[in-house]
């Protein structure tokens, strides 16, 4: 396999995600960015495990879809992250009827 072919096996993976994400996106009740993973999930839960200069973070998530393009199945049923980085959590609007 060339460069060339692997460059377009790569663009053909993150449109199809891009499209995937566009078309559940709307299923999901928070959109949470960690330092190495965007994922969508109906429930999330953050808790602050250690203080002091460099706190440790859990992220826990319930019924969530993972961004990455080299994962056969997306749609999990629960993710925990550990993490000393931001972490981005977002409510998404209400999808009206």
Do not use: H
């Not at 891009?18 to 949470?32: C, L, N, P």
């Not at 998530?61 to 993972?66: G, H, N």
């Amino acid at each position: 396999m060339s460069a060339d072919d692997l460059e377009n096996f790569e663009a053909d993976r993150e449109l199809q995600l891009a499209q995937e994400y566009q078309d559940i996106a709307g299923m999901f009740r928070y959109a949470v960015e960690t330092d190495r993973r965007f994922y969508l999930a109906n429930d999330v839960q953050v808790n602050v495990l250690s203080d002091g200069a460099r706190p440790l973070i859990e992220v826990k998530l319930t019924d969530a879809w993972v961004w990455d393009m080299y994962r056969k199945s997306r749609l999990v049923p629960a993710v925990r992250v550990l993490t000393f980085k931001d972490v981005n959590v977002e409510e998404l609007p209400a999808k009206e009827i």
